[in-house]
């Protein structure tokens, strides 16, 4: 930790113990607010659910300026964020684990799950949390209940719906930068037993990147959207109908050059470069871009049956559309010795499911919930790389020391480009059941078992490299000379299409035990049997025989023991968990040189494992003043790595961390409010969240330091918190920091919040 971090971190404890000083020092009226989830799809308590879960509201989320799945480490210490110069490239990472890769045809360690409906790809997840009742994070193997793609944890967000009297808000907000955001929802009673709701937003922002070349400001965004929700519920019957829409149109994410590339490539960028984290500056004549489309529907159902059983129905549609535009040389134009490489890629995917599941009534000592789940999705992806390359060149040499590549002249200058074209089909049917038995008040033991099977089909086509100019065979950076179906002689088709397919079945489940000696504490154990399905590494760069063999299952062994528990007329509550979980064919890329670009191959890579603990604490001493504190470590570290089935080198060690797996991560904070006369209240929040040191790829490489980062606000709001008006500071310490490091410095992915910056909030409510 640097020294800003320590005296940041310093300050902020200081202030919640002078805060809990304070607290206990004065008449106690308060307690921890009590939260409602769904982790194991019925209604508990969180503090009864004996999985290691953190539930967020959706006011806090609104409080700490959350808007994405993007920030919500700053919350939850167990998990981190891959940021990818697209959305479709970027992925959650849980408890250390989490699978980072560009294929198509393979699918994220953590679920994520909108309204009961498992989403597909990590991509869809990234969309602006918009209107939120609750976000759910369960930490370790979740596929009993939630299915194939939760083998790491889960996140489940679940949405405001209408309400029985006319309610508005509106929430306009202003950060530096020329950030806005403005939220805006209704809702109310429709006709009788049926209410609604309506909400839209729109978000802008210029970016916290100068690129020279075009003299302006990128890693920004364009957001907007809209969701429209009715609710039914009646007295056997509860109805949801959800239809919403997303686009966001980001020249995002654009990799910074931190540190030198060489003396001519440093003088060709025209700026300081050797600057690590503290670099904004690019010149890249290619705006990096990612554009997002996405709407779904979405039915969720729930029947009063047999007098004491719940049947629920959730069906779903989404269709998700990504487009990149990628700099993938980093440098104003092609130069002698080094090519341009530019990128572009479409991936679509559609997907729709159905679960039917019921459930007895859990207030009985035998408790069961049984059911049946179908899922499929048809992802597709175009992908153009064209190159410019230049050995040699008539123009004279530049200023920088670099001989600028020619382009009129197509006998020194070649085009490298070449386009492919995947088609990959997944389709899961699964059944599963779990019960809990209450032996006693406070003895009770669950079980439950999955039965999966994953159906995965795809075909990849693209012809060797071409140049552009005369349509004649040539390969070129990251520009293959084979053809997808691979040369005869390396055992392929000698065709430009590959095609694939595989089924596999599994069974995984989970057992767990827990003994509650009083309503405040909760002590379980469980043994969890964690799944991931079959993949295929379909990529730009596909070639059979050797991407053509299906990458076999995931499997987890996962242990955990846990307390939940309640002090002091439940003004204080405390969780803990302590874990170890061990996976076997981890799904992972290694690294291989294509033409002298680094490019990705995903294999089962071998036996990792995750261990570590987990701390929760909140603190409600005295009504308005509520304390927080989190601390997770992971060691999740490379047990035994298989070599690379192309170069057949291994590329991680074993006993080597894990990528974007800090060991520790921690956060606390502090929020009060307080009347000011009859007719105000003000508002105070301050929070600091940590990250260790970590990296960015398998091997241990691309070292990320670790950060801190302090935020605070301050607001003024009416008695009956109708309007408020708040003032924000993020950053204050003003850290700068990556989320990505790629090329020991060479690219940084470096977000927004690694800058100091203020804003100002405007809410109004109608109740």
């Not at 699918?107 to 969309?127: C, I, K, M, N, Y």
């Not at 529907?297 to 049956?305: E, P």
Request: hydrophobic share 35%.
């Amino acid at each position: 930790m640097n020294a800003n971090s320590v005296r940041a971190s310093r300050l902020v404890l200081g202030m919640g113990a002078s805060a809990l000083a304070l607290g206990c020092s004065m008449p106690a009226l308060a307690q921890v607010e009590e939260i409602v989830v769904t982790a194991q799809k019925v209604e508990e308590n969180v503090q009864d659910v004996p999985i290691a879960i953190t539930a967020i509201t959706g006011d806090r989320l609104a409080e700490t300026g959350t808007t994405s799945l993007e920030n919500i480490g700053d919350l939850v210490p167990s998990v981190t964020f891959r940021k990818g110069t697209t959305s479709a490239n970027s992925a959650i990472i849980m408890r250390g684990v989490g699978t980072i890769t560009f294929s198509v045809a393979a699918e994220p360690s953590v679920s994520t799950v909108v309204d009961g409906v498992v989403l597909s790809r990590s991509g869809q997840a990234f969309a602006d949390l918009l209107d939120i009742e609750r976000l759910e994070v369960l930490r370790g193997p979740q596929g009993t209940l939630f299915g194939k793609n939760a083998s790491a944890g889960l996140v489940s967000i679940i949405s405001k719906g209408g309400t029985d009297t006319l309610e508005a808000d509106l929430r306009a907000e202003y950060f530096e930068g020329n950030e806005y955001r403005l939220r805006t929802s209704v809702s109310g009673p429709l006709s009788g037993d049926w209410s609604g709701r309506v909400t839209g937003f729109y978000g802008s922002y210029d970016g916290n990147i100068r690129n020279v070349f075009f003299d302006e400001d990128v890693n920004g965004y364009e957001h907007y959207g809209a969701r429209g929700i009715v609710d039914y519920k009646g007295d056997k019957a509860r109805l949801r109908l959800i239809a919403d829409y997303f686009r966001a149109n980001d020249d995002c994410c654009a990799d910074v050059t931190g540190a030198t590339r060489g003396a001519v490539l440093d003088a060709e960028l025209g700026f300081p470069v050797a600057l690590g984290t503290d670099q904004r500056t690019v010149n890249h004549n290619l705006i990096t871009e990612t554009k997002d489309k996405q709407w779904s529907l979405t039915s969720n159902l729930d029947l009063d049956v047999f007098d004491t059983h719940t049947l629920s129905v959730i069906l779903g549609y989404r269709n998700w559309q990504n487009t990149e535009i990628r700099e993938g040389d980093f440098l104003p134009r092609a130069i002698v010795g080094t090519a341009q490489l530019h990128d572009n890629g479409f991936v679509e995917t559609g997907q729709y499911s159905a679960e039917v599941r019921l459930a007895s009534d859990p207030s009985e000592a035998f408790f069961y919930q049984i059911g049946a789940f179908y899922w499929h999705s048809d992802n597709k992806q175009d992908f153009t790389r064209r190159d410019i390359v230049c050995a040699s060149s008539t123009l004279p040499v530049a200023p920088s020391g670099a001989r600028p590549c020619n382009l009129t002249d197509t006998v020194n200058t070649t085009f490298p480009t070449a386009t492919s074209m995947s088609d990959v089909d997944s389709t899961n049917f699964a059944v599963f059941g779990q019960s809990t038995y209450r032996f006693t008040d406070q003895l009770s033991v669950t079980g439950g078992l999955r039965w999966t099977r994953d159906e995965l089909d795809y075909t990849h086509i693209r012809a060797p490299g071409v140049n552009a100019v005369t349509g004649l065979p040539l390969s070129g950076p990251g520009v293959s000379g084979n053809p997808a179906g691979g040369t005869i002689a390396s055992g392929g088709n000698g065709t430009n299409t590959s095609a694939g397919s595989s089924t596999n079945d599994n069974i995984s489940g989970k057992a767990s035990v827990q003994f509650e000696p009083s309503e405040d504490f909760l002590f379980y154990g469980s043994y969890t049997r964690g799944y991931k399905g079959p993949a295929f590494n379909v990529f730009f760069n596909h070639t059979a025989p050797n991407n053509a063999v299906p990458i076999d299952e995931e499997t987890s062994d996962a242990f955990e023991i846990g307390m939940k528990s309640q002090f002091w007329d439940r003004r204080i509550q405390l969780n803990t968990a302590l874990f170890q979980a061990t996976y076997d064919g981890f799904q992972a890329n290694n690294f291989i040189l294509l033409n002298g670009t680094t490019i990705t191959n995903l294999t089962n890579a071998g036996t990792v494992r995750t261990k570590g603990f987990e701390v929760d604490a909140v603190v409600a001493p005295v009504d308005g003043l509520t304390l927080r504190g989190s601390v997770a470590y992971a060691d999740a570290k490379v047990r035994e790595f298989n070599p690379n089935p192309i170069t057949g080198a291994a590329d991680a060690r074993n006993g080597t961390r894990l990528p974007l797996a800090p060991e520790w991560s921690w956060n606390v904070g502090a929020d009060y409010e307080t009347p000011v006369g009859e007719a105000f209240k003000i508002y105070a929040s301050t929070s600091f969240s940590y990250t260790g040191s970590q990296f960015s790829d398998l091997g241990e490489g691309g070292p990320i330091d670790s950060y801190g980062i302090w935020n605070a606000s301050l607001g003024i709001g009416t008695a009956d918190d109708l309007y408020r008006l708040t003032l924000h500071a993020r950053n204050i310490t003003d850290e700068s920091y990556a989320l990505l490091n790629v090329g020991n410095g060479q690219r940084y992915q470096i977000p927004r919040d690694a800058d100091r910056y203020f804003g100002v909030t405007l809410s109004a409510k109608i109740r």
